[in-house]
């Protein structure tokens, strides 16, 4: 007699699974420093590297900060607003919408797409709830790389496998320093704790058969030889927002030795710097006091007392302006978001023209980021289903207009395609041009539905009205010769 044995999960990591472990942490420890440094510069911690010429060792503690970094990557991130998921079918998207509330994926979605920004790639997990039941709405969380990565099969393009490394909140009650790792594999999902012994203890397998990675990458600024993607706050990036700092800290010496203009004195004796007892005053004393007031000499000549020119920091100004006419090039930024002015301010239409660039790179990350969340949430449908979803159902997502047109231009322009035919006026690609957001878009179509329901009620409740006769089929209007 044949006993068939089922497949016990493994407690402890087999020898390929730590391989790859190992291989993984090693290239995500590869990849931090960079990480780092650019997440500094983000957040304006950088050290600036001092030439050392100018600044005084007295003054090599002071820090100065200039947030170019963070104006160019946020006023990027904030034409990204992902507003919903949606069927290309157009039928009802009610489950995608379900399954995007439960992750809060409206809020985080601007989370992922600035972290993709700054470190140049995000990436999106997909695994079971952890609710308990089994209505439980699939899990999407937007993880950073800096606990995060990806293994890449360059000919299929699709993750073989990933890990994450984070503290094992929830797990253990050691402390938040208690770190843990999640192994994503085609065909399961392993979470291993450190063992005491050393190496790692399993303490959960999710064993979905999903026979792919449930991992999608965001990257930024892709190239063919290069689909981790790079980082918007590039080596240009930095070297000229440490130029700016060394010239504002340049500003800030000036300031300290030039505040107050400096003066010198010809032909004054001694005691003019000394006290009634003689001894020496320090230099300030002398500077606000007898200075003012000196004795002529022997000869009665009064000493000659003049003034250096005073430090102009137009020069500074002048060159931080520069910089940030640079750095406007660089991260595609109309001029005055970064500070420089001119006397002259720009028309309406020479602010859309400087903000064409920024618009075309808006879209071009709408349409690479629009794809990793389609894909994010069709796996999402997988693992909550069991099996993929149909392949000719496509999902898009609506993204609010990266542009900035006029209210009133969106308008006409949308009046012109319903009167010319082009567009239905109750169609929701009308309501869209119009530039009504989701929720909008929403509270019409509700609106509409109800309106023709009245208008169905009111017709019926006229027919059936006293006193009205339902006119016979057989009779037609204006010929009473068949009566």
């Not at 400096?262 to 001894?279: C, K, M, V």
Request: proline share 6%; with cysteine.
């Amino acid at each position: 007699m044949t006993v068939s044995i089922p497949d016990l999960p493994l407690v402890y990591l087999s020898d390929d699974e730590l391989a790859l472990i190992n291989m993984l942490r090693a290239d995500m420890l590869r990849d931090r420093h960079a990480l780092l440094l650019r997440d500094a510069y983000f957040n304006g911690e950088q050290l600036v590297r001092d030439l050392g010429i100018s600044i005084p060792p007295q003054l090599k503690s002071l820090h100065t900060v200039i947030g170019w970094p963070r104006v160019g990557v946020e006023s990027l991130e904030e034409r990204l607003d992902l507003e919903a998921f949606r069927w290309g079918d157009g039928s009802d998207s009610s489950e995608l919408d379900e399954i995007a509330d439960a992750n809060d994926l409206f809020d985080e979605s601007s989370l992922a797409h600035l972290d993709s920004l700054v470190y140049g790639r995000e990436y999106l997990a997909v695994g079971s709830g952890d609710c308990g039941t089994d209505d439980c709405p699939p899990l999407i969380s937007a993880e950073s790389p800096m606990d995060m990565t990806l293994m890449w099969d360059a000919r299929l393009r699709m993750g073989t496998a990933a890990l994450r490394e984070c503290a094992a909140d929830g797990f253990v009650e050691s402390g938040p320093e208690e770190r843990m790792i999640v192994l994503y594999l085609p065909d399961q999902t392993v979470t291993a704790l450190p063992s005491p012994s050393g190496g790692w203890e399993v303490v959960d397998r999710d064993i979905h058969r999903l026979g792919v990675v449930p991992v999608v990458r965001m990257a930024n600024r892709q190239r063919t030889a290069d689909r981790v993607g790079k980082s918007e706050i590039t080596p240009e990036v930095m070297s000229i927002t440490d130029a700016a700092c060394r010239r504002l800290m340049g500003m800030e010496v000036a300031a300290e030795f030039f505040g107050a203009p400096q003066r010198y004195i010809l032909g004054a004796s001694e005691s003019a710097f000394q006290d009634a007892d003689g001894t020496a005053k320090s230099a300030w004393e002398t500077y606000i006091g007898r200075v003012l007031a000196l004795e002529r000499d022997e000869d009665g000549n009064v000493p000659d007392v003049g003034q250096f020119a005073a430090h102009d920091p137009t020069g500074m100004t002048k060159i931080i302006d520069l910089y940030a006419r640079i750095m406007s090039s660089q991260f595609g930024l109309p001029p005055h978001m970064l500070g420089y002015t001119t006397d002259n301010p720009a028309s309406a239409d020479a602010i859309r023209s400087t903000e064409a660039k920024l618009v075309k790179r808006s879209e071009r990350r709408i349409r690479r980021y629009g794809a990793a969340w389609q894909q994010a949430m069709r796996l999402a449908l997988w693992v909550r289903d069991g099996e993929p979803p149909e392949k000719t159902r496509r999902i898009e997502t609506v993204w609010r207009n990266p542009a900035t047109p006029t209210v009133a231009a969106q308008a006409d322009a949308t009046v012109k395609l319903v009167q010319a035919g082009i567009l239905p006026a109750d169609s929701d690609v009308t309501l869209e041009m119009a530039g009504l957001s989701e929720g909008q878009r929403q509270r019409v179509r509700a609106d509409r539905r109800r309106a023709n329901g009245r208008s169905v009620l009111d017709r019926l409740a006229a027919l059936g009205a006293p006193g009205d006769e339902v006119q016979s089929p057989e009779v037609v209007d204006g010929d009473d010769s068949l009566g």
